[in-house]
């Protein structure tokens, strides 16, 4: 059994004002690699370090749009005002240019060797981190307007790709690349999904998770990678858009936040629910510590909760 116990929170609550996010509203949220921090991205650009032990805050940076985080090599990717897309070594604070351009979406490899960087247009930029130097460039079928994900080892890189017909209205498409093999691109058939919200690769690459929008509800795809079947789907939320998705317990869940507040982990192989949460707010990011203990979840009331769980996650 899973059980998950709300521990204690960082940050001040503020009543969320309609439609619109706070400032102070945690974007992104990753963990450091020994659990004892998490590392956030606020919605006016802020990036703060919270010490989970001491509950002490540190500003890192401000970024424009990018933001991705290497927990291998703790090192984190952000984009300045004047465009230069920068590296920086948390250990020593140490900034390194990897290059310039007004890019819209970013993915970094957990270990820390590739990033794949998108102008939200057909082109994929794919860099190597230690020799700064640009490897290739992926073609896709459709502007990269809805998300893009390489896996922990930067071996695969998928695309979700937004276009309008008229006619149709909205529809995604997904793309998916083996770089090492150097193959064309898997197009997996979304069918009926309208947008998308997040991409992500399970720990070991052999699966591929999206949130879908399909008449105004929410919804999760999750796909086997190498044979592009469907394994887990679930729809009609009550909400309009899952803005929080991850992987846990090296993809054995799938676990959601949506703007109503509910959070939900799935066991996906077996298509069980194991737990849902419902708070007062919408939530805007999750993410699991890499031992599996704890889980951060950042509110529409500006706060990140930090939950306990009790479990062999």
């Given amino acids: 059994m899973i059980i998950p116990h709300l521990s204690f929170h960082f940050g001040v609550s503020q009543n969320p004002p309609g439609d619109r996010l706070l400032p102070e509203v945690s974007r992104r949220i990753v963990f450091s690699l020994d659990n004892t921090k998490i590392i956030s991205k606020l ?8 010490d989970l032990e001491t509950r002490e805050k540190k500003h890192i940076t401000t970024t424009k749009a990018l933001f991705a ?3 291998t090599r703790n090192l984190l990717l952000v984009k300045k005002e004047n465009d230069d897309v920068v590296l920086i070594l948390l250990d020593t604070n140490q900034e390194t240019i990897l290059t310039n351009g007004a890019f819209e979406s970013v993915s970094l490899s957990a270990n820390g060797r590739f990033v794949v960087l998108s102008r939200g247009d ?3 930029e794919i860099w190597e981190i ?3 130097r640009l490897l290739k460039r992926l073609n896709t079928v459709e502007p990269v307007r809805n998300g893009l994900a390489i896996s922990h080892d930067g071996q695969y890189v998928a695309a979700a790709e937004g276009v309008y017909k008229d006619g149709e209205g909205h529809r995604t498409v997904i793309e998916v690349w083996d770089i090492k093999r ?3 691109a898997d197009l ?7 947008g998308v919200w997040n991409v992500h690769f399970s720990p070991d690459a052999s699966m591929l998770a999206v949130d879908s929008q399909i008449q105004a509800q929410a919804g999760i795809r999750v796909w086997d990678r190498t044979t592009r079947r469907q394994l887990f789907q679930k729809d009609l939320l009550k909400t309009y858009w899952v803005r929080a998705l991850t992987f846990a317990s090296a993809g ?6 949506d703007e109503s507040g509910v959070i939900g982990l799935w066991n996906i192989k077996e298509d069980k629910e194991v737990f849902t949460l419902k708070i007062d707010t919408g939530i805007e990011s999750l993410a699991f510590s890499h031992d599996g203990k704890y889980m951060a979840v950042g509110l529409f009331d500006s706060t990140v909760q930090i939950w306990e769980i009790e479990s062999d996650l």
Avoid at 43 to 50: A, F, H, I, L, T
């Fill in 43 to 50: 919605m006016d650009g802020r990036v703060e370090q919270w």
């Fill in 69 to 71: 985080y290497s927990p």
């Fill in 122 to 124: 057909k082109q994929i």
């Fill in 130 to 132: 230690d020799q700064k």
């Fill in 182 to 184: 150097d193959t064309p």
């Fill in 188 to 194: 997996i058939d979304t069918e009926p999904i309208l």
């Fill in 252 to 257: 054995k869940y799938i676990a959601f936040g």
